[in-house]
DNA sequence: GTCTATATTCGGATAGAC
DNA sequence: GTCTATCCGAATATAGAC
C-alpha cells in the first residue's frame, strides 16, 4: 500500500474514533509509522489530510449502502435489509460523526462528503418508496422524502443512543420501531 | 449570579458549540469573565466544571421535554407535541452531541448525566405509548418500547442530517414522517 | 476568593539536510 | 521523498501573593 494510502487510512481510523478536534498529525504518522517530513510532503496540513480520509469514507459508505438498496426483493425488504446490516454500533457511523464538529461544519472541503452522502441516502431510499408506491405495495399515504429521512435519522440516533446508552439495545429498538410503523403501510 | 453559576452556565454554551475535546478552561473564563485562579477554586478542573454543567443542561432538557409530554390531550398529541416543538435545530442538541465524545464516554461523570437523559426519555415516552395502547387509541401492535426508540432516534438523527445538510429541512421532513407512519396506527 | 506568574505538554506546522 | 531539528502558541494546570 502507497504511503498516501497509509496516510489516508490511519486518518479515517481516527477521525472515527476521536473525530476532526481530537484527530493530531502525530497521532497520524504514528498509527500509519509515516514520518513527519513525509507527512507534509504528500498533504498541506491537517485539513487537506481530512478531506482525503472523509471522501474515501464517503466513497466506502456509498458503497455498502448501496449494496444492501440495490439487492433483488422489495422496496421494504430492500430498506430492511438496509436498517438490519450488522452495524458495530458503538462505533458509531464515519460520516454522520463528522457532522457535529464546528470546523468540519465551517469548512466547506470537508462539510462537502458528509453533505453529499447524505443527500444520496436520503434520495436513494425516497427512490426506493417511490417505486413501492407506484408498485402498489405502499400506501399512497407514505411520503418518499418524509420515509426516507425518517429511515436515516433512526440509524444516526440509534448511534447516538446506543453511544449514551453504552449498549446496542436502543439501536436496535430504534430500527425494529420504524420497520414495524413503516410494516403497516404495506398492501397487500 | 454567582461566581459558580456563571462558571456553569458559560460551559453548558461552550460544551454544545464546541464539544467537549474543543472546550477549553479558557475560553470558559474569557466567556464568563471569571479568572483562571477563581475558576479552579470552584472547580477542580475541566472534567469536574463539564460534569456540572452537563447535569444542569440534563436537568433543563428533562423540563423541557415534560412540559410537551405532560400536556393535556392523547398520547399521539403528546408526542407530536414533543416532536414539533420549536428548536434550533442547526444547533443540535446539547446532550446528545457530548455522545459521541470518546472523553465524555470514557468517564462516567460526564456519561452518567447523558445516559441518564435518554433512558428517562425513552421511558417516558414509552409510557406514553402503553397508556395509548391500553386506552384503545393505538393498536396493540405498537411496541411502546420500540416506538419511543424511534421517536427519540428521529430527533437525535434528525440534528445530525441538518447539520450535515447545513438546513433544517431534513429534519423537518423525519419528524413529519415518523408522525405519519404513527398515525396511521391510532383507532378510530 | 481572586490575582498573576510559572510550568509542562501537545498541536500543528516550517526549514533544511540527506 | 524522507528525516531530524526547531518554532510558536494553546491547553491545562500549579504556586504563591494579596
Given at each position: 500500500?502507497?504511503?498516501?494510502?497509509?496516510?489516508?487510512?490511519?486518518?479515517?481510523?481516527?477521525?472515527?474514533?476521536?473525530?476532526?478536534?481530537?484527530?493530531?498529525?502525530?497521532?497520524?504518522?504514528?498509527?500509519?509509522?509515516?514520518?513527519?517530513?513525509?507527512?507534509?510532503?504528500?498533504?498541506?496540513?491537517?485539513p487537506?489530510?481530512?478531506?482525503?480520509?472523509?471522501?474515501?469514507?464517503?466513497?466506502?459508505?456509498?458503497?455498502?449502502?448501496?449494496?444492501?438498496?440495490?439487492?433483488?426483493?422489495?422496496?421494504?425488504?430492500?430498506?430492511?435489509?438496509?436498517?438490519?446490516?450488522?452495524?458495530?454500533?458503538?462505533?458509531?457511523?464515519?460520516?454522520?460523526?463528522?457532522?457535529?464538529?464546528?470546523?468540519?461544519?465551517?469548512?466547506?472541503?470537508?462539510?462537502?462528503?458528509?453533505?453529499?452522502?447524505?443527500?444520496?441516502?436520503?434520495?436513494?431510499?425516497?427512490?426506493?418508496?417511490?417505486?413501492?408506491?407506484?408498485?402498489?405495495?405502499?400506501?399512497?399515504?407514505?411520503?418518499?422524502?418524509?420515509?426516507?429521512?425518517?429511515?436515516?435519522?433512526?440509524?444516526?440516533?440509534?448511534?447516538?443512543?446506543?453511544?449514551?446508552?453504552?449498549?446496542?439495545?436502543?439501536?436496535?429498538?430504534?430500527?425494529?420501531?420504524?420497520?414495524?410503523l413503516l410494516?403497516?403501510?404495506?398492501r397487500?
Amino acid at each position: 500500500m502507497s504511503t498516501q494510502d497509509r496516510l489516508i487510512e490511519s486518518t479515517q481510523a481516527l477521525l472515527w474514533e476521536r473525530g476532526y478536534v481530537g484527530t493530531s498529525p502525530k497521532a497520524v504518522q504514528q498509527r500509519s509509522g509515516v514520518g513527519q517530513g513525509s507527512m507534509y510532503h504528500h498533504f498541506t496540513g491537517k485539513p487537506d489530510l481530512a478531506a482525503a480520509a472523509l471522501r474515501r469514507s464517503a466513497e466506502q459508505l456509498r458503497g455498502v449502502a448501496e449494496a444492501d438498496l440495490a439487492a433483488p426483493g422489495t422496496a421494504y425488504d430492500r430498506i430492511a435489509a438496509y436498517l438490519l446490516r450488522d452495524r458495530d454500533v458503538l462505533r458509531g457511523c464515519p460520516i454522520g460523526r463528522m457532522a457535529q464538529d464546528p470546523e468540519v461544519a465551517a469548512d466547506p472541503l470537508l462539510r462537502t462528503p458528509v453533505q453529499e452522502t447524505f443527500d444520496w441516502l436520503r434520495g436513494r431510499i425516497a427512490g426506493l418508496v417511490a417505486e413501492g408506491r407506484t408498485a402498489g405495495e405502499f400506501d399512497p399515504g407514505v411520503d418518499p422524502a418524509d420515509t426516507a429521512a425518517v429511515v436515516v435519522a433512526v440509524v444516526q440516533g440509534g448511534y447516538v443512543l446506543a453511544r449514551a446508552a453504552d449498549s446496542a439495545e436502543p439501536f436496535e429498538q430504534a430500527v425494529r420501531g420504524a420497520l414495524g410503523l413503516l410494516a403497516a403501510h404495506r398492501r397487500a
